[in-house]
């Protein structure tokens, strides 16, 4: 049977066959498509649900993360700073030589709770009672030492670390770069930017500045940050 035509003007069938009864119905929301209405309930993940009821759950679960690192114990995303030094850790440093730092976490063992599970930090670097003179191209590198058993052992260094000789065969983790000029105590120099450490680690510095530190103390501070989403 073919289907009827109806030729309709202003809202009024006015020539064709067949029967027209709805004419100016109003469907409430939802009804006439499959889609789903606004009153469909977020489903959980992985449930079977309307379209809009998919909708509503993304926007759901976008709007519930927090930031992708941070444990929400810092203040927005800044991480409260961490001393990475203690005591006398970097008095006297002799160019080219290394130390494995003591602050941080207990005993110079930190992890992401030390660092607030942010990603990115700075590291900064403070002279306190003591200043030196670094010469052209002077640095301080520092890399994270890893612990692939959650602290009873680290990566290896190199036994007598030189001016030719890295503390560890790897680049440096961040590196403080130094210009020609005395650094007398309060002196403060910043990192780059430096993905922060995962897991168990401590802190390896070597100076590379070209002179030796003074004797007095010296304080390294890493802030960390995270990033949201």
């Excluded at 789903?36 to 909708?55: H, I, N, P, Q």
């Excluded at 930017?193 to 802190?203: A, D, I, N, S």
């Amino acid at each position: 049977m073919a289907d009827p035509v109806v030729h309709i003007t202003s809202g009024v069938p006015d020539s064709g066959t067949g029967n027209i009864t709805t004419l100016g119905q109003t469907l409430t929301d939802g009804a006439n498509i499959t889609i789903g209405a606004t009153t469909d309930a977020a489903v959980t993940a992985g449930a079977t649900g309307s379209l809009s009821a998919k909708f509503r759950s993304i926007s759901r679960d976008v709007a519930s993360r927090a930031q992708l690192h941070n444990t929400g114990t810092s203040s927005g995303s800044i991480i409260a700073p961490l001393t990475l030094t203690a005591g006398t850790d970097l008095a006297s440093l002799a160019n080219g030589s290394a130390v494995t730092l003591t602050g941080g976490g207990a005993a110079g063992v930190s992890s992401q709770t030390n660092t607030g599970s942010g990603q990115t930090g700075l590291v900064y670097f403070q002279t306190v009672t003591a200043g030196f003179t670094p010469t052209a191209g002077g640095n301080i590198s520092i890399w994270w030492l890893f612990s692939p058993d959650g602290g009873a052992t680290y990566e290896t260094t190199p036994a007598t670390p030189s001016t030719t000789v890295p503390a560890l065969p790897r680049p440096p983790d961040c590196i403080i770069p130094l210009d020609v000029a005395a650094l007398g105590t309060s002196a403060v120099k910043v990192s780059n930017p430096c993905r922060l450490p995962f897991g168990t680690f401590k802190v390896l510095v070597q100076n590379n500045s070209g002179a030796a530190f003074g004797a007095g103390n010296y304080t390294l501070k890493l802030v960390a940050f995270a990033e949201n989403n």
